[in-house]
């Protein structure tokens, strides 16, 4: 099921839902009448939805500024390995092999691996720290015997360490999400917001269901994007491999 279809359903269910609800309540107290509701009612509603939409936004927000964040990291990340790579074409053998073969692995392991992992929530393992690690070792025990080798060497040690720190930035992010304290808030928050407007009076019965399905309709789509975003490798946001396929093909030519 497409984004967009999962999308309509789960805001639309939520506005049938709603709506049906308002107005079998409205029928059941239809001579009550709540009129004298609406100032109290409208004070607390202005503090408890604005606090929870305040509260939805800022998480979207940092949720939006994290999507963002971890697709460049990716590409950091790559780029620093394809680095590593090509200043170790200068290495003697078999060190400069050794370094090609590691990189080429490590492009692999990350995009045919961990990604599916990343999507699915799961630990990707402890394959990528060992390649890393090997690659390490590798370009710390070379031998040099010019100047130009040795620059190249610290050089490629240099941008492991890059390599390094993207990668713990993107498992970071795949595995960060929204705490269960924020989605209980965030919850409850919207279920209150929702419940007081049960408490107003006055509009036509019918109008008065469409007005509260509108609002919970809001708040169901801000609940959607919170969930689609919280994976910044899964959901709506889903960032792919592409910067390690590309970061395999630069490999590939330079050997």
Do not use: H
């Not at 949720?63 to 620093?80: I, K, P, V």
């Not at 992992?117 to 590798?138: F, I």
């Amino acid at each position: 099921m497409s984004l967009f279809v999962s999308g309509v359903l789960w805001v639309g269910g939520i506005m049938i839902v709603t709506g049906a609800l308002a107005v079998v309540l409205r029928k059941a107290r239809q001579r009550e009448g709540r009129e004298a509701n609406n100032e109290v009612a409208g004070q607390v509603f202005t503090i408890v939805g604005g606090v929870n939409v305040v509260i939805a936004a800022f998480v979207l927000i940092s949720l939006f500024d994290g999507m963002d964040t971890a697709s460049e990291t990716t590409y950091n990340e790559a780029n620093a390995l394809v680095a590593v790579s090509w200043s170790g074409n200068t290495l003697a053998e078999p060190t400069r092999s050794k370094v090609e073969e590691l990189t080429k692995e490590y492009a692999t392991e990350v995009a045919e691996r961990e990604w599916p992992a990343m999507r699915e929530g799961r630990d990707v393992g402890a394959q990528g720290w060992t390649l890393l690690s090997e690659l390490q070792r590798t370009l710390e025990q070379a031998k040099t015997t010019t100047q130009r080798q040795e620059e190249s060497r610290v050089q490629a040690a240099g941008q492991v360490w890059n390599v390094y720190q993207a990668r713990q930035e993107r498992l970071n992010s795949s595995g960060s999400g929204v705490s269960a304290v924020v989605w209980f808030a965030i919850m409850i928050g919207s279920l209150m917001s929702v419940a007081l407007m049960f408490m107003f009076g006055g509009p036509g019965l019918y109008s008065y269901a469409f007005i509260v399905s509108m609002l919970a309709g809001a708040i169901g789509l801000l609940l959607f994007a919170i969930y689609q975003l919280q994976n910044p490798f899964s959901g709506g946001a889903d960032i792919g491999p592409e910067a390690f396929l590309s970061a395999l093909s630069r490999l590939g030519d330079s050997g």
